[in-house]
């Protein structure tokens, strides 16, 4: 399976974000090299950039004038992420970011994720026991199918398909991170 292997720094140090009233048609091309993505919950977007991006929000609601700013924001990475995420060993594996891929993998599969600005670097807990539960299911018997509702980055369906050769079926109802593990997948 392949998977990102580039060693660069942090994409992005800081995070603009634009909290935008109404959903966003996806024309994201006048956005350039800056946008990172659009999360969509209800009736609201959220679009990420990784430098200021005021003037092309301006444009964005000149062209789409149903549109309505409700705010804006400036955050560290990590702060999103809420912590530090990488790199984490779980089980058999080791999950570690494309911008720092130096770390201890001896007798450790390594996964290299890049999360963006989704959820599922393994920090959660839940994330840790669904890890194990998957070894222990994987070792105990011949697993045909996984199910992974909620992918987020897709980090339990690549662990998944490390542990055994299965079906394995990757759902999101956010846009953002079905395209996010998508990529980290393929």
Not at 45 to 55: I, Q, R, T
Not at 95 to 124: A, M
Not at 176 to 184: H, N, P, V
Request: aromatic share 14%; glycine share 8%; with cysteine.
């Amino acid at each position: 399976m392949p998977l990102i292997n580039m060693t660069e720094d942090i994409p992005y140090k800081n995070l603009y974000i634009y909290s935008i009233e109404g959903r966003v048609k996806p024309d994201f091309k006048i956005f350039g090299s800056d946008f990172i993505g659009n999360w969509e919950e209800d009736n609201y977007s959220f679009l990420f950039f990784k430098n200021p991006s005021y003037g092309k929000i301006e444009m964005l609601l000149d062209n789409q004038p149903y549109l309505i700013l409700i705010d804006k924001y400036e955050m560290s990475y990590d702060e999103w992420q809420g912590k530090s995420s990488f790199p984490l060993n779980i089980g058999r594996f080791n999950i570690i970011s494309p911008w720092n891929t130096s770390c201890d993998t001896e007798r450790k599969t390594k996964i290299i994720i890049d999360p963006g600005v989704v959820f599922g670097t393994g920090t959660h807990p839940t994330t840790h026991d669904c890890i194990e539960a998957l070894e222990l299911a994987f070792d105990g018997e011949q697993i045909k199918t996984v199910v992974d509702l909620g992918t987020g980055t897709g980090l339990l369906s690549i662990v998944a398909a490390y542990l055994g050769d299965c079906k394995i079926v990757a759902v999101d109802i956010n846009y953002l991170s079905a395209e996010t593990a998508k990529k980290i997948f393929y």
